[in-house]
């Protein structure tokens, strides 16, 4: 067998494991999405951001509020299903747009240039921007809030009013972390809807809402333009609500219950700790947050690095058989192609872009988005290691292995790819600890992975220590210990060397 058709059976032969892996993937996609899609009864997906009540917000780990009764209630007398999907809310309105989901129920307020974007229901809820500010402060007006630190929650109406009317404001990804982040002597005033803002300042003892309100607004659903079969249905559903009280009976209910479930009593510092630990972590089983998060976590980052690896060391073997030989320029070029875009974009970027433009039409699982995101973000990485752990390998030894009458391919896979492996040992491991935290970012695309299970938490009890230091120390533990695993593996191999 001439060297060539050897390098040639060694690729195909790699090439075919990922071929299959990547179809076996492709299946469990299509797979997924054909299952979710056999419900007898119309599903409409409805995407909202759940740190906002009484509107949405988490309860003993399930999203309940206004806006979860009134779809309740419509799904009852509808005949149909609607599918909760907790999410950024700056990604809101694009969800809807790109058709990721259906509609938008999250005391989103109709404002002109959302109109332009998405088609709104009738109103369903009144609403207005307030002000809340520490207890003693002086009722501030546009011109004072000009002149100081001002939070609000990302791409929510209160942000666009405050940028456009007064300053340039902090913008936080929801209410709750502004308002910690005011607990925490780091802004002065936060512009927020009134009926979160209530229930914030009920579970923060420094603070009050302003007499006067900024702005005065409505709520409605908003679906994709042109959706005029889902807008009439809801519509119609809103009348009926309206006409018979059950809306005002829902709003009325939630809006007598908007308090936050902790009040701070303790007035010792160890005190306050110990009643913070207790309401972070084991009231409503808050753990579990963390608990179930840490899973994702550990899905997400165990199987991307699998897809990394098969994906980066086929690419490593086309690119330096092409320095090498001078062969597979065509491959060489995609691979090329491939490791600058990949490496030149932010995996956030590649993330939120897999997952609203490239899977933007289909119902897909989103772990499975997270996976093939990061999978392919790590597979350029690790290509580049392995390829530069080839290319450390001294080419006389290719030239021995050779003049002992092996091929290439074998040489390759004998001489070559055993000592490369081991020399970029260190290199792949650092890679798969930046890959287990980089996974971090999930939360973009609403995964509750550990970070998002720890802002859960946040948004819920507006203490941002004992969450964040939870969740760092789990994120360190799991790194100390992949890295002692990887330790160990060098060491056996050292050992085998002998
Ligand atoms: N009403 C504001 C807006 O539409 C804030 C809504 C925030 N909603 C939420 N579920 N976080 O921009």
């Known amino acids: 067998m001439s060297v060539l058709s050897r390098v040639a059976s060694a ?12 179809a076996a993937l492709a299946l469990a996609v299509v797979m997924t999405s054909c299952s979710e899609e056999k419900a007898t009864q119309p599903t409409y997906v409805v995407a909202m951001e759940a740190t906002f009540p009484p509107y949405e917000f988490y309860k003993g780990g399930e999203i309940v509020g206004i806006d979860v009764d009134i779809l309740q209630e419509i799904a009852r007398r509808k005949g149909v299903e609607f599918k909760l999907e907790d999410m950024a809310f700056d990604s809101i309105i694009t969800a809807v747009q790109t058709g990721k989901v259906d509609l938008v129920v999250s005391g989103l307020t109709v404002t002109p240039d959302r109109k332009r974007m998405v088609d709104f229901t009738r109103p369903y809820s009144g609403a207005r921007q307030v002000i809340i500010a520490p207890k003693g402060a002086p009722a501030y007006s546009k011109d004072d809030l000009a002149r100081i630190r001002v939070g609000v929650q990302h791409g929510s109406s209160g942000d666009v009013y405050v940028t456009e009317n007064i300053c340039e404001p902090e913008r936080f990804t929801n209410g709750a972390l502004a308002v910690s982040a005011m607990n925490a002597g780091k802004l002065d005033a936060v512009v927020l809807d009134n009926a979160p803002a209530e229930n914030h300042v009920a579970g923060s003892p420094e603070l009050t809402i302003q007499p006067t309100a900024l702005v005065e607004e409505e709520y409605a659903m908003a679906v994709r333009k042109g959706n005029t079969q889902l807008l009439n249905m809801l519509n119609a559903a809103l ?15 939630h809006m007598r219950e908007n308090k936050p479930e902790n009040a701070q009593v303790a007035t010792t510092a160890l005190g306050r700790l110990v009643d913070n630990f ?6 409503n089983d808050r753990w ?11 899905e997400i980052a165990a199987a991307a690095a699998l897809v990394g690896i098969a994906l980066g060391f086929l690419i490593a073997v086309i690119r330096s058989t092409a320095d090498l030989t001078g062969r597979l320029k065509v491959a060489d070029f995609f691979c090329r192609l491939y490791l600058t875009v990949v490496r030149g974009t932010p995996v956030v970027v590649q993330l939120l872009i897999i997952y609203f433009v490239i899977f933007g039409a289909v119902d897909i699982n989103k772990v499975l988005v997270a996976i093939v995101a990061f999978g392919l973000n790590s597979g350029a990485y690790v290509a580049e290691i392995i390829r530069s752990g ?3 390998v001294d080419r006389g030894q290719i030239e021995a ?7 290439y391919g074998t040489t390759m896979r004998s001489v070559v790819l055993p000592q490369a492996l081991k020399n970029v040992l260190p290199a792949l491991g650092n890679e798969f600890i930046v890959l287990l935290k980089e996974t971090s970012i999930c939360g973009y695309i609403a995964l509750q992975d550990l970070t998002k299970g720890g802002d859960i938490i946040r948004s819920q009890t507006y203490d941002a ?3 964040l230091v939870a969740v760092a120390l789990i994120y360190l533990t799991m790194v100390v210990l992949l890295s002692h695993l990887l ?6 191999l050292k050992k085998n060397e002998r």
């Open 278 to 283: 207790k309401t972070d972590f084991i009231k």
């Open 487 to 492: 330790k160990k593996f060098e060491l056996r």
């Open 239 to 253: 009348n009926e609500l309206e006409a018979d009280g059950t809306l005002r009976a829902i709003i009325d209910r």
């Open 288 to 298: 579990k947050y963390l608990a179930e998060g840490f899973l994702v976590t550990v």
């Open 401 to 407: 292995g050779r003049s002992l009458g092996l091929g």
């Open 11 to 22: 690729v195909r032969r790699i090439g075919s494991c990922i071929l299959g892996s990547l």
């Open 390 to 392: 080839i290319m450390s």
């Open 465 to 467: 220590f004992l969450p």
